[in-house]
């Protein structure tokens, strides 16, 4: 099925570790985006990509980097895993710059540093 | 800066009756756009309705509608016949155009809880 495809679904990292969360899209979209989402703060944005070649900070940036591997791809680093990190990952995508049509989702990424 | 407000931590609604959740925004901006978005309890995020600040009625999308007051900066999306299946998380969100890069804020969520 056509969508936004994240990995992986869970994760516990350890603080101080890295990883890198997985974001792909097969819907030719332009814009993709890295969203975090913590109990009664809505979603936040941290990073931003407009077209393949681009990235842009969000809201909240720190402790994060991104890559947007190609126009399918849009990954997020975590390079020194900490404790406020824990969250929900939201990967997404949007095919025109009014954004009428809506952003498309991936399933999020469920992680925890301990 | 922008801000998108939701006032209603959460909502309860008897099946099959009609239920407006509440939002407000603030911006400066002429042009702008006001999505809502459906979080199940699976956790993924749905678009639901799309309303652009020039638009000249408001938004429908089969049982839900946006109620747009520009002059009020309220956009409070309806559902009418409410069903199980709509017991979610209701985000707000607006698409902002003041900054340099283009971005989608939200609101903290409603809670609504359908009751058989």
């Known amino acids: 099925n056509a969508g936004v495809t994240q990995t992986p679904k869970f994760q516990v990292l350890k603080t101080g570790q890295s990883m890198t969360l997985q974001c792909a899209q097969d819907?030719?979209?332009?814009?993709m985006y890295w969203y975090r989402q913590d109990p009664g703060m809505g979603l936040r944005l941290i990073y931003y990509?407009?077209?393949?070649?681009?990235?842009d900070k969000g809201e909240v940036p720190n402790g994060y980097n991104v890559s947007r591997l190609n126009k399918r791809e849009f990954s997020l680093r975590l390079e020194s895993a900490a404790p406020s990190q824990t969250s929900v990952y939201f990967c997404?995508?949007?095919?025109?710059?009014?954004?009428?049509?809506?952003?498309?989702f991936g399933s999020g990424t469920r992680l925890t540093v301990v | 800066a922008q801000k998108i407000t939701q006032t209603q931590p959460g909502m309860f609604v008897q099946e099959k009756e009609a239920v407006t959740l509440d939002c407000t925004y603030d911006?400066?901006?002429?042009?702008?756009?006001l999505f809502w978005y459906k979080q199940p309890s699976s956790g993924e995020m749905i678009f639901l309705i799309y309303?652009?600040?020039?638009?000249?009625q408001n938004a429908t999308e089969g049982r839900y509608s946006l109620n747009f007051q520009k002059a009020r900066k309220s956009a409070n999306l309806v559902i009418s016949a409410s069903q199980l299946g709509d017991s979610a998380m209701y985000f707000c969100?607006?698409?902002?155009?003041?900054?340099?890069?283009?971005?989608?804020?939200f609101g903290p969520g409603t809670s609504l809880s359908v009751i058989p």
């Open positions: 997404a995508s949007s095919a025109t710059r009014t954004g009428r049509d809506g952003y498309t």
């Open positions: 819907m030719n979209h332009n814009s």
């Open positions: 990509s407009a077209s393949e070649g681009t990235t």
């Open positions: 911006t400066s901006d002429q042009s702008y756009g």
């Open positions: 309303q652009g600040s020039y638009d000249e």
């Open positions: 969100a607006m698409r902002d155009k003041e900054t340099s890069y283009d971005k989608v804020i």
